[in-house]
Structure formats: C-alpha cells, structure tokens
Nanobody, 134 residues
C-alpha cells in the first residue's frame, strides 16, 4: 500500500517562501503521477501542481510563477516550493499520487494523462497546514 507523508508546513510572513515535501513510501517516483492540492478556509480543495514520472509538470493558472514542483529523488519525495507567499495561500496542503497503469498514469481515466487536477487520485496524504500572515 502506497503512503504519502507531507512535511514542511508552518507559519510564515507574507512575501516569504516555504518548501513543502511529500514523501512517498515506494523506492522510485518515476512510476507515479503526483500532485499538490490546497484547501483554503471555507473553500473547496483545488489542485495547484502536478508532476508525472517523467517530470513533466502542470500548474494551476492562479499560482504560476510562484510555485514549483521539483522532485527530491534522494528522499523519494516531491516538493512544493512556494515563493512570494500571500495570505490567500493559507490553508491545508495535500499531496496526492497515483501509480502507472499500462501506458497511462492511472487506472482512473480522470487522472490518466497526469494533467488534470482531479480528486480522483488514488492515494492522499493527511494534509499539512500553511499559514501566511500579512
């Protein structure tokens, strides 16, 4: 069973940076589509960034230029680097993953090409809090 553990959250001043990490309990991330989602207070959970096993990335328009999703292969992790933090970035951040299925990145077609920020990912972390103060 694949497990995900998020770390690196906390409180930070607006304008600062934060590095979230999602560690996956498998040896290699190359066979997985992984994504970061966030849920602001009173809001729905939305996707912010996705990376597939070949390291192709997709970003939500609202955070382009401020967020990046590099891999940390030494730690079997995917990172969410957040720069120029705003108060609106506050919320719970979740990591999600789905494993390769034939030529697709998931058995679920909603995740299949690893470009859609969908709730259909098979595995989720418990979430980690990010609080940005102005």
């Amino acid at each position: 069973k694949v497990e995900l553990v998020e770390s690196g959250g906390g409180s930070v001043q607006a304008g600062g940076s934060l590095r979230l990490s999602c560690t996956i309990s498998v040896q290699f991330t190359a066979g997985y589509c992984m994504a970061w989602f966030r849920q602001g207070p009173g809001k729905e959970r939305v996707g912010v960034a996705i990376i597939d096993g070949d390291s192709s990335t997709t970003y939500a328009e609202s955070i382009k230029g401020r967020f990046t999703i590099p891999k940390d292969n030494a730690k079997n992790a995917v990172v969410l680097q957040i720069n120029s933090l705003k108060a609106a970035d506050s919320g719970l951040y979740y990591c999600a993953a789905d494993g390769r299925y034939g030529s697709s990145w998931s058995e679920d077609p909603r995740v299949g090409d690893c470009r859609n920020m969908t709730e259909a990912f098979a595995t989720w972390g418990h979430g980690i809090q990010v609080t940005v103060s102005s």
